[in-house]
């Protein structure tokens, strides 16, 4: 496994470009099989994650390929509904597939992806509204089979529009029922839906491939099912999670950021802890500085779903609070695991207790370099940030976790003054 040796005590500076998010391209990737004619998409990042959504729609049988940040795909060549374990277990977003599988052939067989290290996350909203749209879903030797009702001829028919209310704000829940929804006969009321950025970037595509959507980027949406979508040309939005792993850098290190090709209305709520923070925040319309002098001042954070501060930003922002000037509360409500973190923030130097959702950080006046492991992909972007401001020579283990989420890495690092070399492991 590779690993990351990274010299720290540098003040990054520079400009680094922002890639397409993860999280909108995922879900767009698993929207191009609803297309009946040819999809390309733009500013795809190349990520672990990425390519595994493309293995997985590619073993269906339809054809796929990404080129540089171009991704295109073409669905006449299916001839398989099945996304297999091997797969899925590596990346749960695999189950985004469910929804355009079902909706789109009738049928669709996916492997149910397991628990994962930030916590159990289970997928009963994604399987409850789908049965609320009259699929008949079981789940068999560890995968979910779920088939469209019949037509009136006995033949597999179309999901029907319905009215769901999600249990909780579930960002892939939502993304899956909008994609089935966008082919079902009749319309689909949705209450509670998640709001975040990569869910709208979805509903823009769906629209663009011809869908009827109301009230996107709200909890309330409207989607009268047609009986048919075509392709079209995409660009996924800006990564804000990318965005602020790098600006927040700034803020670790005393420095000067400036992030392009990205938006600050995606994330206004990460920018504003900046300011708290005592960071200088300067936007443009494709571009945002953060320029921080001194040591930052302590702040409270509760992560909750979008607008509010995103669970993504949390150990990165964690981070930053090691050594801001006071102490620091952080309430973790999404998770129910994600302070793994915390003990190879404590090896670094770092002064946090955690009780149960909350933790406690009382910052310090730098942190020293120390063997560390990345535990999942942002708590490892966390642990390059203490690396990057600490004294000494850290090394940082089991980075695949980075690779699945941040585009070209060490040469963006690189570009910011940072010290950093991959060590390539068996
Ligand atoms: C997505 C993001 C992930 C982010 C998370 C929350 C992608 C590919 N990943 O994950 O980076 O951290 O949103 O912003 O976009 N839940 C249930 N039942 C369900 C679905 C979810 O109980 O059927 C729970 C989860 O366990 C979790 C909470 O709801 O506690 C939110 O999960 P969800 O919004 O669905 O996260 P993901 O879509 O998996």
Known sequence: MDKFLITGGTQVKGEVVISGAKNAALPLLAAM???????????VPTLKDVNTLVKLIAGTGITIEKNGDTVTCDTSTINSYYAPYELVKTMRASILVLGPLLARFGQAEVSL??????????VDQHLKALEAMGATITVENGYVKAKAPLDKDG?????????????MVTVGGTENTIMAAALAEGTTHLENCARE????????????????????????????GVDKLNGCEYSVVPDRIETGSYLALAMMTGGEVTAKKTEASLMQSVLK????????????????????????????????????????????????????????????????????HVPELQRMGANIKVD???????????????????????ASMSLVMAAVAAQGETCIERIYHIDRGYEYVEDKLRGLGVTIERVKGE
């Open 273 to 340: 802890k900046f300011e708290e923070m005592g960071a200088q925040v300067t936007v443009g319309s494709d571009w945002i500085n953060v320029k921080m002098a001194g040591r930052p001042k302590a702040v409270d954070i509760r992560t909750l779903p979008h607008p509010a501060f995103p669970t993504d930003m949390q150990a990165q922002l964690m981070t930053v609070c090691c050594i801001a000037e006071g102490t620091s509360t952080i309430i973790e409500n999404i998770f129910e695991n994600r302070y793994m």
């Open 113 to 122: 992806p397991g628990g994962c290290a930030i916590g159990s996350r289970p």
């Open 197 to 224: 950025p990569e869910v709208v970037d979805l509903a823009n595509m769906l629209v663009k491939m011809g869908a009827k959507i109301e009230g996107i980027g709200t909890a309330y949406m409207t989607i009268e």
């Open 155 to 167: 033949n597999r028919g179309r999901l029907k529009g319905c009215h769901f209310t999600f249990d």
């Open 33 to 43: 099989i609803l297309a009946e004619t040819p999809v390309t998409l733009h500013n």
């Open 356 to 378: 149960g959702h909350t933790a406690v950080v009382q910052g310090v006046d730098k942190l020293n370099a120390a063997p560390v492991i990345a535990t999942d992909l942002r």
